[in-house]
């Protein structure tokens, strides 16, 4: 199994083209295993999605990360590709992506800088199941996973 890690570029830092960095490692990758996951830590949905469908049926799985929330459009692309827009985060939910609530919401409120702290209740951890086909590599069966507080 492969992982590969990729970084969106819409409303983040410059980096280069995520769509051609893969088709490079994926070149590489593709020679030992079929069964590949990619991570692709990004910010905007569309660009998320648009890489979903642009690798549907090149890797077993497309799992976006970033904006801390959990999207429920998780689904077998045509091609064999499970796809998720974000899988959430793994943290405190009594917050604001994670930092304490009160901070951030002055923070918001007040325009200025405060420092963030991270809370502490309401932990959960999130993730998704994705079973493949060793053959192929394309995925069979995919899950969200949420499991509930932790403290």
């Known amino acids: 199994m492969g992982v590969l890690n990729l970084q969106g570029r819409v409303y983040m830092q410059p980096i280069d083209d995520p769509f051609k960095t893969a088709d490079w490692a994926l070149g590489i990758m593709q ?35 970033h ?20 899988v959430g ?22 325009g200025t800088p405060h420092k963030y702290e991270v809370a502490s209740h309401d932990v959960r951890l999130c993730g998704v199941y994705v079973q493949a086909d060793a053959d192929t590599g394309r995925a069979v069966k995919m899950e969200s996973i949420i499991f509930p507080s932790f403290g």
Do not use: C, N
């Not at 069964?35 to 090149?58: C, N, P, Q, R, S």
């Not at 405190?92 to 930092?99: I, R, T």
């Open 89 to 110: 985060m793994t943290g405190p939910y009594d917050s604001v992506l994670g930092m304490k609530k009160e901070q951030a919401i002055r923070r918001l409120v007040t």
């Open 31 to 65: 020679k030992e295993t079929k069964t590949i996951f990619v991570d692709f830590h990004a910010d905007a949905t569309a660009e998320k999605m648009a890489m979903g469908w642009y690798l549907d049926g090149k890797v077993t799985a497309v799992i976006g990360t």
């Open 67 to 86: 904006t801390h929330t959990p999207t429920a459009d998780g689904r077998i692309l045509p091609r064999g590709t499970a796809f998720q827009t974000d």
